[in-house]
C-alpha cells in the first residue's frame, strides 16, 4: 500500500449495527470495525462514538491527510439534503442532517444516501457491474432495497428517494407491510421476512406433510425454508416457487421500465441460489413482452458480503470526484 495512496471511508448504518472502514481506490478494505446504533437513543452520543472508532483506524491508515471523505449509507439517506428523513428503523425520529453533523465533526467531507443506492455504486465500481451503465441492483434481505442505474448515472428522483421498487404494489390489497401499513408491496413477499410470512400461511392453509411442520414457528425463517427445500420437501419447494413468481414479475415491470442490462440480486436471500433465480428467471421472463426477453441477465453480486456495505458507501467518495 503507498502511503500516498487517497483513501476513503465509508459507513453503513443499520437499524441495529454500524459498519465502518478504510477503503483504498481498488477496493480493498484495509481497516474496518463495528459498533451498535440502536444503543444510542441520541444522535450525537452516536456520532462522538463513530468518531473515536473511526480516529484510530484514520491514524492506523497514515492520517487524515490521506482522506479524501466520508461516504454513508443509510436507510431514508437523501442524497440531495444530506439528511436521514424519517428511518422507520433507525433511534432517531425525524428528519437528521447527519451528512452535516459528520462533516463538522470528522472535518472532511460527507456524502449520504440510502443503503442500496450506496450497494448499486458500489456493484458499479467494484462489483459484477463494473462497465454497465444499465443496471438495477436488488438488495434481498430483511427488507427489499434498489438502486437503479441508466444512462450511467444513479436515478435518485426530484427529491432524491427515487427507486424504491421494495415499496412497489405486486399484489392490490395483499398482504400487509407492518412498517408502512401498505398492502401488496414487493417486500412484503421477496424478502427475508416475506419467505417466512408465506411459509407460515402456507402451513396454515395447506394439509401437506412437510418439514416445516416441525419447525418452532417464533424461528421459522427462509433459512429453515430453504433447509427443508434442498431436502426435497415439496412446500418449502412451493415457497421459492411463489417468491419467485412476485419477484420475477416485479423484474418484468422494472425491465420495461429501464431496460437494463444486467438485474444484480444481493443480499441474504440470494443464498437459496437456483431455488430463488430459476423461478425468478422463468416468471421474469414470462411476463416481459418480446422486445425485451432474452436480454436482461440475472445476476449475483460479485461483492463479499462482509465488506459490501463498507465498499458501497466508501464508493460514493470516488463517485463524486
Do not use: C
Not at 444510542?40 to 473515536?52: T, V
Not at 492520517?63 to 442524497?79: M, Q
Not at 432517531?92 to 470528522?106: E, L, N, Q, T, Y
Not at 411459509?199 to 433459512?223: G, Q, W
Request: charged content about 20%; aromatic content about 6%.
Amino acid at each position: 500500500m503507498s502511503v500516498h495512496q487517497p483513501l476513503a471511508i465509508g459507513i453503513d448504518i443499520g437499524g441495529t449495527g454500524t459498519k465502518f472502514g478504510i477503503v483504498d481506490k481498488d477496493g480493498n478494505v484495509l481497516f474496518s470495525g463495528e459498533m451498535s446504533t440502536k444503543k444510542h437513543r441520541e444522535i450525537d452520543g452516536y456520532i462522538d462514538e463513530l468518531h473515536g472508532h473511526l480516529g484510530e483506524l484514520i491514524e492506523k491508515a497514515g492520517g487524515i491527510g490521506r482522506i479524501r471523505g466520508i461516504g454513508v449509507g443509510a436507510p431514508n439517506g437523501n442524497f440531495y439534503t444530506g439528511n436521514i428523513e424519517y428511518a422507520p428503523n433507525l433511534p432517531w425520529s425525524g428528519i437528521i442532517p447527519i451528512a452535516k453533523m459528520m462533516s463538522d465533526k470528522f472535518k472532511l467531507p460527507v456524502t449520504l444516501t440510502n443503503d442500496a443506492n450506496a450497494a448499486a455504486i458500489g456493484e458499479m465500481m467494484y462489483g459484477a457491474a463494473k462497465g454497465m451503465r444499465d443496471f438495477i441492483m436488488i438488495t434481498l434481505g430483511t427488507g427489499v432495497g434498489s438502486g437503479i442505474v441508466a444512462n450511467g448515472q444513479l436515478i435518485y428522483g426530484h427529491d432524491g428517494f427515487a427507486g424504491e421498487l421494495g415499496h412497489t404494489i405486486v399484489i392490490p390489497d395483499g398482504r400487509i407491510h407492518q412498517g408502512t401499513k401498505k398492502h401488496g408491496s414487493l417486500e412484503s413477499y421477496a424478502s427475508a421476512t416475506g419467505v417466512r410470512l408465506t411459509a407460515l400461511e402456507m402451513l396454515e392453509n395447506s394439509t401437506e406433510d412437510s418439514l416445516l411442520r416441525t419447525a418452532d414457528k417464533e424461528t421459522l425463517d427462509s433459512k429453515v425454508v430453504y433447509d427443508a427445500a434442498i431436502k426435497g420437501d415439496k412446500l418449502a419447494l412451493d415457497i421459492f416457487e411463489f417468491t419467485g413468481k412476485i419477484l420475477g414479475l416485479a423484474l418484468a415491470n422494472a425491465v420495461m421500465f429501464s431496460s437494463p442490462e444486467a438485474i444484480i440480486l444481493f443480499g441474504g436471500l440470494t443464498k437459496s441460489g437456483d431455488l430463488i433465480l430459476n423461478p425468478t428467471r422463468r416468471h421474469m421472463e414470462e411476463n416481459l413482452i418480446q422486445v425485451f426477453q432474452n436480454k436482461v441477465k440475472i445476476l449475483i453480486s460479485h461483492l463479499k458480503e462482509s465488506d459490501a456495505a463498507i465498499l458501497g458507501s466508501s464508493a460514493l467518495v470516488w463517485d463524486k470526484q
